[in-house]
T-cell receptor
Framework: NAGVTQTPKFQVLKTGQSMTLQCAQD?????MYWYRQDPGMGLRLIYY???????DKGEVPNGYNVSRLNKREFSLRLESAAPSQTSVYFC???????????FGQGTRLTVV | GDSVTQMEGPVTLSEEAFLTINCTYT??????LFWYVQYPGEGLQLLLK???ADDKGSNKGFEATYRKETTSFHLEKGSVQVSDSAVYFC????????????WGAGTKLIIKP
């Protein structure tokens, strides 16, 4: 009954370092998403993958890359972290693009 | 573009009080509307939804009615409990935007015993 699993839960990076946030879902969903959550701004879509083999930019893609490794996994990479990328990152999945989204527990990232 | 506006929080209520969290939206066409809830330290989970005008979504004692004439989807609960303390997000999606969810800023609800 795992649902959407994100790793790590917490991370501190120095400016310029790189890292990859991992996300996996076990619900056989087609669509997966990466959001960032900042105080007072709700959630903003970084990238999404409507189906295996496709990825598209969301509202705030700059500074990020994604890989839809297979149907289960969707990773988010920060090539050169900046303090402006300090945020809480959520991965989500849905059966299709117009059905309920299920969220992971989030990754709290701090860039110093 | 499409947008969602929620009342600013935090909203602080006593247990058993009546709750209203306002949500209005701007969108062309006929979006679907959602309320998600985020409990402390957790991800978001769907609370309720409505897909067409005059639909009422309900779950766990919460209700919201899709009002196209006022472009609103206000969340209500008749008697709140301490366990309802959370952040509530209103969102919309449209078929012609690849169903991408547009989110409100969230409203933090604090229920005092």
């Amino acid at each position: 009954n795992a649902g959407v699993t994100q790793t790590p839960k917490f991370q501190v990076l120095k400016t310029g370092q790189s890292m990859t946030l991992q996300c996996a879902q076990d619900m056989n969903h087609n669509s997966m998403y990466w959001y960032r959550q900042d105080p007072g701004m709700g959630l903003r879509l970084i990238y999404y993958s409507a189906s295996e083999g496709t990825t598209d930019k969301g509202e705030v893609p700059n500074g990020y890359n994604v890989s839809r490794l297979n149907k289960r996994e969707f990773s988010l990479r920060l090539e050169s972290a900046a303090p402006s990328q300090t945020s809480v990152y959520f991965c989500a999945s849905s059966r299709t693009e117009n059905t309920e989204a299920f969220f992971g527990q989030g990754t709290r990232l701090t860039v110093v | 573009g499409d947008s969602v506006t929620q009342m600013e929080g935090p909203v602080t209520l006593s247990e058993e009080a009546f709750l209203t969290i306002n949500c209005t939206y701007t969108a062309t066409g006929y979006p679907s509307l959602f309320w998600y809830v985020q409990y402390p330290g957790e991800g978001l989970q769907l609370l309720l939804k409505a897909t067409k005008a005059d639909d009422k979504g309900s779950n766990k004692g919460f209700e919201a009615t899709y009002r196209k004439e006022t472009t609103s989807f206000h969340l209500e609960k008749g008697s709140v409990q301490v366990s309802d303390s959370a952040v509530y997000f209103c969102a919309l999606s449209r078929w012609d935007s690849n169903y991408q969810l547009i989110w409100g800023a969230g409203t933090k609800l604090i229920i005092k015993p």
